[in-house]
């Protein structure tokens, strides 16, 4: 019998929390999406919806809870103790505002260096093309960003993926284990060529490293995922305006590989 040292464990524990995850959340939203197509329900608001539910909080957030309240034996005042779910302070809101300030400022940078001076061309995210394709979704997006895609993403990443290897590595090395795997998990959702999808996972790896390091700081989960719900409510809304009172497509290029 092998016995795995206490960083392996972590690190394959984490690892297949993140994956256990995503796969999870495909094997639910593909069944889920094909019964509202057979029963000819499947609008572009039916379609989100599902995706919210069976894509986002169900194994997003629901499996890490699981394991934590099933695997790991802990009650709820527990899981909210090891996740760190908390009314954020003074303190806290500011580095909401400061790592919202950091992820546009790297991420545009980052953008713009990989487009203008090593001219990459990014790919195209699947959600952030369905927002051009119809702009009416765009305020349901929005919303949704706060009250599901910054809440559940951040709860296993941060709260389960990174907070399992953080118990056996120092801070920089979970912070970036967990960054990279929540980039490259948005393979999933990306469109275009192999070099396009690696492109734009580097990108995604930025605002990663943010929600990471908010985390850490803070220890309190709701920090990283303000952060992360206003700056994808900030890219929905930035594309909206530019759709509705820009050139056509003005903005869109630019920011759809931001989407995370």
Do not use: K
């Amino acid at each position: 019998m092998v016995t795995l040292s206490p960083r392996s464990r972590a690190f394959a524990v984490g690892y297949g929390l993140g994956i256990t995850g995503v796969v999870l959340a495909l094997l639910l939203t593909l069944p889920a999406v094909l019964m509202l197509s057979l029963a000819g329900t499947a609008s572009t608001v039916a379609l989100l919806l599902v995706s919210f539910v069976f894509g986002q909080y169900l194994p997003f957030m629901g499996f890490p809870l699981l394991y934590l309240r099933r695997w790991r034996g802990m009650g709820w005042a527990d899981v909210r103790e090891y996740l760190g779910v908390r009314v954020p302070t003074i303190r806290e809101l500011g580095v909401v505002v400061a790592g919202f300030f950091a992820v546009l400022g790297l991420a545009f940078g980052t953008i713009l260096l990989v487009t203008q001076v090593f001219e990459l061309t990014p790919a195209q995210n699947s959600t952030a093309e369905l927002a051009m394709d119809a702009p009416r979704v765009i305020p349901l997006l929005i919303a949704a960003s706060l009250l599901v895609i910054g809440p559940c993403e951040e709860t296993l990443f941060r709260g389960g993926v990174q907070n399992r290897l953080r118990e056996s590595f120092s801070a920089p090395v979970a912070i970036t284990l967990a960054a990279v795997l929540f980039a490259a998990i948005h393979v999933t959702a990306l469109t275009g060529g192999l070099e396009a999808r690696a492109v734009t996972i580097g990108i995604l790896l930025v605002p990663s490293f943010v929600f990471g390091a908010a985390y850490e700081y803070t220890g309190n989960l709701v920090v990283p995922a303000l952060i992360h719900g206003i700056w994808n409510a900030f890219l929905f809304t930035s594309l909206y305006v530019s759709l509705r009172f820009g050139p056509e497509g003005g903005a869109g290029a630019v920011l759809l590989p931001l989407f995370g």
